[in-house]
């Protein structure tokens, strides 16, 4: 689940990063470029090689017949637009052209197998790559002129977000045109040249980017209503107009200034820069400006917010970080769960050959009982590493709350005031207790830190109904008894947009470095996992109060007294034991064959089939790692399972995030060992294999 998480947001910023390099660069193109064919040859250019669409063309729209033909294209076409147009290129195009032009809209398609308009030229479409496409409209003056179209190698390629962009793309492009249309169309007439410039300033104020105008000593001349609103500069020629005191809050150009760079190469240049007294990550784009003898005259800035673009790329890379800590951990909790499988298995066999009166049973007892509050270590391990088992169970509400009202009373600061208020009813439900232990830690730690002054912290527990009022006031959940933890703080609240946000992935109010933004979304995830609801109320000022809804047991944890060593049943069946760690094969044979079975060692999950094969008739269960090396236990298991269909078996694991182990297991009904295993589980569950 993480790994497809961290997938998508990597193609999500992929996608925003490809798009929003288009804009600036077709911004550009509309400042720079100032003849239309030229205009559209850089735009189909910039499509194809920032854009990485497979082809692009622009086509103008003829005012008599509504038709359209091509004028410049780029890409691959291998003879395309020559299918799709007659010699004269005035017959319609198929795929959603005309839908375009009648409606003045864009038109997508994501997937041309499966559009019915696209069956004339699907084919020839396949053909050449194409699986998707996207057209908009070009419109002067609110009437359609000409239609760009681009074209994908992958369906389902235009998402929302992507066609909001590439519609204010041809919004841009519209807005060019019509500059350029209205230029030409007055050039020869000095008595309109004050309308083309008004026309211009329109066009100039419409485009979303910050475009400012310089002279060769810096000072602002002219500005777009973009750059004026962030920086401020409604009135020019006041003396305090240079670029650097606006863009960069500084007397002096910095260092790496893109306008001292552009008067010295002549050239454009692209600097990104995080400018603090506007908290913004700005990209500004120098372009020169040349006067009738091609004499540098001054400068053009084109620049673009790019912080939500420098936000998702951070976010990237925490999550990767995360990721690979995850990885990391994952495996130390893996080998320290064979370390203590070891530890806690011998411990018990010395358990067993003392004396009840034996002075060192209370030391060998002791060790136990260590080597449980480590394997509760390896759980936090795993949970954190994404890879735990999850390992439902019936549990008391009440003594989970109260477990960890204990370890969080000597967490939070003294001048917090924790209080509880436990129902005295059953609150028995199925769950996790490692993952409720860590929801709850996380709510708790929140509420602390929404009380950076002091206050009260109030943990709660009680039972109740959901009904149809529930799931129409949250349009969501389902009707029945629950069981409901509240935690409830005095501190700074939250307004109603902040409220909406808490459960986003990487969403966090807390300054850079205090806060990764995944404590509530993991919370989230925990309690949706556990068939439950999480709903949050607070207002500024008033404090917060998350309840979480848990389905309540339909029967009540039955309370079973642990077993004496002399309850542990044994058997003269013969088990093959595989298990890649040398310490855990010895203490599995010494614990059976103590017991009284036969065991056969493997020292992996090849051995293991190897093993099998030679001893296939006598060999009645396997007891197998999940995790082994040259083959996995899983493996092993469907090779001996075509060797002798129905074998019994029981897997052991300290964690595995393999879906497809997982279902195996449930497939063909094999009991699952949680390491560290004690000999009186091994033994429970080897006696409940072999006796169904």
């Known amino acids: ?39 559209f040859d850089e735009v189909c250019r910039i499509a194809v090689e920032l854009g990485r669409f497979r082809m692009a063309w622009i086509g103008d729209v003829s005012t008599e017949t509504s038709l359209v033909k091509p004028v410049t294209k780029c890409g691959f076409d291998e003879g395309y637009l020559n299918l799709i147009h007659t010699a004269g ?45 996207a057209s908009f409209p070009l419109l002067v003056n609110a009437n359609v002129t000409g239609v760009v179209t681009v074209y994908a190698d992958a369906p389902g390629f235009f998402d929302e977000e992507e066609v909001r962009l590439l519609d204010e793309l041809s919004l841009d492009i519209s807005f060019a045109l019509e500059f350029l249309e209205k230029e030409k169309r007055h050039k020869k007439a000095d008595e309109l040249a004050l309308q083309a410039r008004l026309d211009w300033e329109e066009t100039f104020d419409t485009i979303t980017d910050m475009i400012t105008v310089h002279d060769k000593d810096f000072n602002v001349i002219r500005a777009n209503k973009a750059a004026k609103k962030l920086l401020g500069l409604e009135l020019l020629g006041t003396g305090k107009d240079k670029c650097y005191q606006h863009y960069h809050g500084s007397e002096c150009p910095p260092e790496g200034c893109p306008s001292c760079l552009s008067l010295v190469s002549g050239k454009p240049t692209t600097v990104e820069f995080f400018e603090p007294h506007l908290n913004l990550f700005l990209e500004i784009c120098a372009i020169p400006r040349h006067d009738a003898r091609n004499n540098i005259s001054g400068l053009i800035h084109v620049v673009r917010d790019i912080t939500e673009q420098k936000k998702l790329e951070a976010q990237l890379r925490h999550a990767q970080k995360m990721e690979a800590l995850g990885t990391l951990t994952g495996g130390i909790a893996h080998d320290f769960n064979n370390i203590l499988t070891a530890i806690v298995g011998y411990a018990n066999i010395i358990k067993l050959k003392i004396r009840q009166d034996d002075p060192v049973r209370q030391f060998v007892e002791q060790i136990v009982v260590s080597t449980e509050r480590a394997a509760s270590l390896t759980q936090g391990l795993l949970a954190f590493s994404r890879k735990v088992v999850v390992n439902p169970q019936p549990i008391n509400l009440n003594e989970s709350v109260e477990r960890i009202e204990k370890l969080m009373g000597r967490l939070i600061r003294e001048n917090i005031v924790l209080k509880t208020a436990f129902t005295g009813r059953i609150t028995t439900v199925v769950a996790d207790s490692s993952q409720l232990e860590q929801v709850l830690m996380n709510l708790i730690t929140n509420a602390s830190d929404a009380m950076p002054e002091g206050g009260t912290l109030t943990l709660s527990t009680d039972l109740t109904e959901l009904g149809d009022e529930f799931i129409t006031a949250h349009g969501y959940g389902k009707t029945g008894a629950y069981a409901t933890i509240t935690v409830t703080d005095t501190g700074l609240g939250m307004d109603d947009a902040t409220r909406n946000r808490i459960f986003e992935p990487f969403f966090t109010t807390k300054e850079v470095g205090k806060g990764t933004g995944l404590g509530l979304s993991i919370v989230y995830g925990i309690v949706k996992q556990h068939n439950g609801y999480i709903v949050c109320t607070s207002k500024p000022q008033q404090g917060t109060s998350f309840v979480v809804y848990l389905p309540l047991a339909k029967a009540a944890l039955q309370g079973s007294a642990s077993k004496e060593a002399a309850s542990f049943k044994g058997g003269t069946e013969t088990i093959l034991v595989a298990e890649d760690d040398p310490e855990i094969r010895r203490l599995m044979k010494t614990i059976l064959t103590d017991f009284g079975y036969t065991v056969i060692i493997a020292e992996n999950g090849a051995d293991a089939v190897l093993k099998f094969r030679e001893n296939k008739d006598t060999i009645n269960l396997l007891l197998l790692d999940a995790v ?65």
């Open 1 to 39: 689940m993480a790994a497809h998480s961290h997938k998508e947001a990597d193609e999500k910023i992929y996608r925003l990063n490809r798009v929003y390099a288009m804009q600036s660069a077709v911004s550009r193109a509309i400042v720079h470029v100032r003849d239309r064919d030229k205009l």
């Open 89 to 133: 290129g005035e017959s319609p195009l198929d795929l959603g052209q005309g839908p375009t032009i009648r409606t003045g809209t864009h038109v997508v398609c994501n997937d041309i197998i499966a559009e019915p308009d696209t069956v004339a030229l699907r084919d020839e479409a396949l053909k050449r790559g194409y699986r998707s496409y």
């Open 628 to 692: 082994m090396p040259v083959k996995d236990g899983n493996e092993a298991y469907e090779e001996i399972q075509n060797m002798r269909p129905g074998v019994k078996a029981v897997f052991m694991s300290g964690y595995n995030s393999n879906s497809a182990f997982r279902k195996s297991l449930a497939e063909n009904k094999i009991e699952l060992l949680l390491k560290p295993v004690t000999p009186g589980m091994l033994l429970s569950k080897i006696r409940e294999v072999l006796d169904r």
